[in-house]
């Protein structure tokens, strides 16, 4: 969000200047996906419907924080992020055999099913 905002003067034809919706919209995003990725981290797996966060994210949508308001929210997610990165239960690597077996059972199992 901080280079969004400090390179904004400097965008170009393929990045055009979005507009105050647009900036909201993907800093509500963004603090939508630190606060996703904090918990996936935390083994609380992925929460597609954040009840208890919801006015606050469409208050940041709706304008009712200034930038330097979202971006002390930013830093206390990533810090919250990065805590949950270093203390996490989940492996550094994907299990890629396991992950192989999973898709070739998907796939062997739609392609019987359309032929």
């Known amino acids: 969000m901080n280079n969004v905002v400090r ?43 954040r009840k208890e966060e919801q006015s606050f994210l469409l208050d940041i949508r709706k304008g009712k924080y ?23 239960n989940l492996p550094v690597a994907p299990d890629t055999k396991k992950v192989e077996e999973l898709m070739y059972k998907i796939y062997s199992k739609y392609y019987t099913t359309i032929n």
Request: aromatic content about 10%; proline content about 2%; cysteine-free.
């Open 66 to 88: 200034k930038f330097e308001e979202i971006f002390e929210f930013v830093n206390q997610y990533e810090n919250e992020f990065l805590e949950s990165a270093k203390s996490t």
């Open 7 to 49: 390179t904004y003067s400097k965008l170009n034809h393929r990045n055009r200047k979005k507009d105050m919706p647009h900036l909201l919209k993907h800093a509500m995003h963004l603090i939508r996906l630190l606060m996703t990725g904090r918990d996936i981290l935390q083994g609380k797996g992925i929460v597609t419907f």
